[in-house]
């Protein structure tokens, strides 16, 4: 019902900056909340940041201050704007959108197929 597609990934070094793009289609309309997770390997999938219909931003401890989450609505993509980069923010980053519970439908989060940031030098 809803596809993300991930862009912008790659190889980057300390204290640098990314930028990724997820691009949403579909049944968009069911959708009141995106935003970015991330998983190293051996952990856990956290929050990196999320953005509601309504504008309404968060962002996980480790990134304030460092990471900013945007929208286009012409071009229904969410954006996460990384700065100051650390070996720390290697990971798998994964698109999320939140469809939330309704009369016809439960509530049910699509993602995408992941990229991987790796900062090194």
């Known amino acids: 019902q809803v596809q993300l597609v991930e862009s912008g990934g790659g190889l980057v070094q300390p204290g640098g900056s990314l930028r990724l793009s997820c691009a949403a289609s579909?049944?968009?309309?069911?959708?009141?909340?995106m935003g970015w997770y991330r998983q190293a390997p051996g952990k856990q999938r956290d929050l990196v940041a999320s953005?509601?219909?309504?504008?309404?931003?968060n962002y996980g401890d480790s990134v304030k201050g460092r990471f900013t989450i945007s929208r286009d609505n012409a071009k229904n993509t969410v954006y996460l704007q990384m700065g100051s980069l650390k070996a720390e923010d290697t990971a798998v980053y994964y698109c999320?959108?939140?469809?939330?519970?309704?009369?016809?439908?439960?509530?049910?989060?699509?993602w995408g197929q992941g990229t991987q940031v790796t900062v090194s030098s």
């Open positions: 953005i509601t219909k309504g504008g309404s931003t």
């Open positions: 999320n959108a939140h469809r939330p519970r309704s009369s016809l439908r439960t509530e049910y989060d699509y």
């Open positions: 579909g049944s968009i309309f069911s959708i009141n909340a």
